[in-house]
């Protein structure tokens, strides 16, 4: 679960860290979107990738995000945890959000947060935490590859290691 849709990416194609120009060119689906890429999506793709590429990956996960609306403050993205009156505001929803997921019929074994901020205001929403049997956190996309681009490898071995203990464990 990412944060929530950002303006490039899930804003403009509706699919979490995918940017119109991945969903044409790695997923295979034509679009009439400028075809702009975005960094988060670009690394979350080659993770996925990494793991065996689209097909495996979403035979086996379930790409969302804690909230389900994006937000821009000044014309750039914001996340649902950057004021906490937002946070408040979106609580309600992000609760309901949570609930549909459960009733997709979606192991409840593993959760993986991307984003350690992301991670701890989930852990701030009544009872979701206790749902799910490992919560693993790992750094969010976005962090990657504007702060920590010369360790993006390492990143997307861990990412990939990740996903395969998720889906050899219970």
Same mark, same amino acid.
């Given at each position: *679960?990412?944060?929530?849709?950002?303006?490039?990416? &899930?804003?403009?194609?509706?699919?979490?860290?995918? /940017?119109?120009?991945?969903?044409?060119?790695?997923?295979?689906?034509?679009?009439?979107?400028?075809?702009?890429?975005?960094?988060?999506?670009? !690394?979350?793709?080659? &993770?996925?990738?990494? !793991?065996?590429?689209?097909? &495996? !990956?979403? /035979?086996?996960?379930?790409?969302?995000?804690?909230?389900?609306?994006? !937000?821009?403050? /000044?014309?750039?993205?914001?996340?649902?945890?950057?004021?906490? &009156?937002?946070?408040?505001?979106?609580?309600?929803?992000?609760?309901?959000?949570?609930?549909? =997921?459960?009733? *997709?019929?979606?192991?409840?074994?593993?959760?993986?947060?991307?984003?350690?901020?992301?991670?701890?205001?989930?852990?701030?929403?009544?009872?979701?935490?206790?749902?799910?049997?490992?919560? =693993?956190?790992l750094e969010h996309p976005r962090f990657i590859m504007q702060y920590k681009k010369g360790q993006e490898?390492?990143?997307?071995?861990?990412?990939?290691?990740?996903?395969?203990?998720?889906?050899?464990?219970?």
């Amino acid at each position: *679960m990412g944060i929530n849709p950002g303006r490039f990416g &899930a804003g403009i194609t509706g699919i979490p860290f995918t /940017d119109p120009f991945v969903l044409q060119s790695i997923c295979g689906i034509d679009n009439p979107f400028d075809k702009r890429k975005e960094l988060s999506s670009v !690394f979350v793709y080659r &993770a996925i990738n990494g !793991f065996g590429g689209p097909s &495996a !990956f979403y /035979d086996k996960f379930l790409l969302s995000s804690v909230c389900p609306l994006g !937000f821009l403050m /000044d014309s750039k993205n914001s996340n649902y945890y950057d004021s906490q &009156a937002l946070f408040k505001k979106v609580s309600g929803l992000i609760s309901h959000s949570l609930n549909k =997921h459960l009733t *997709m019929n979606i192991s409840q074994g593993h959760l993986i947060i991307l984003g350690k901020k992301n991670a701890d205001f989930f852990n701030q929403i009544d009872g979701f935490h206790d749902l799910f049997g490992q919560i =693993h956190v790992l750094e969010h996309p976005r962090f990657i590859m504007q702060y920590k681009k010369g360790q993006e490898e390492d990143y997307v071995e861990s990412y990939v290691n990740t996903f395969l203990k998720t889906v050899s464990q219970p």
